[in-house]
């Protein structure tokens, strides 16, 4: 596939129920063997099963969101082992899996798919016209 925003992620940032700049925004490392997803239907993070989540971030820093473009601080999971992972899976937390919207799928980048062997695993956000990604 390709790297996309949830339609229903792109309905919450137009209905103001997701906010870049000021929501706990995460990131999962996902195995796409476990996780199927549906950018067009998925919307909060309970849809993304527990066997398909590899690793979990802390809450993004340094986020931007200058022309339309979402931007932050580039992410370390520690000490990762679990199933090869195949995609990021972005999303606002807001401490309720059933109501915590799915923003953003990564599936293309460098680095993807990633064999967790106990070590830390750096995602490096593109740092080009897009960023993270651009609405």
Same mark, same amino acid.
Not at 103 to 127: E, M, S
């Given at each position: 596939?390709?790297? #996309? ?9 137009? !209905? ?7 929501? !706990?925004?995460?990131?999962?490392? %996902?195995?796409?063997? @476990? ?15 527990? #066997?398909?989540?590899? #690793?979990? *971030?802390?809450?993004?820093? *340094? ?34 899996? *059933?109501?915590?919207?799915?923003? %953003?799928?990564? @599936?293309?980048?460098? +680095? ?9 695993? !750096?995602?490096?956000?593109?740092? +080009? ?7």
């Amino acid at each position: 596939m390709a790297n #996309a925003v949830y339609d229903k992620g792109r309905e919450g940032f137009l !209905t103001g129920t997701i906010n870049w700049s000021s929501d !706990t925004i995460k990131m999962t490392l %996902c195995d796409a063997a @476990d996780y199927v997803k549906n950018l067009a239907t998925d919307q909060y993070y309970n849809i993304v099963t527990v #066997a398909g989540r590899v #690793a979990t *971030s802390a809450a993004f820093t *340094s986020k931007t969101v200058t022309a339309g473009v979402a931007d932050a601080a580039d992410v370390t999971y520690t000490t990762v082992s679990g199933d090869v992972s195949e995609e990021l899976v972005i999303w606002k937390d807001t401490t309720v899996e *059933s109501t915590s919207p799915l923003i %953003c799928n990564i @599936d293309t980048a460098t +680095g993807l798919p990633v064999t967790p062997n106990g070590g830390d695993i !750096t995602v490096q956000f593109d740092n +080009g016209a897009n960023k993270i990604f651009k609405l």
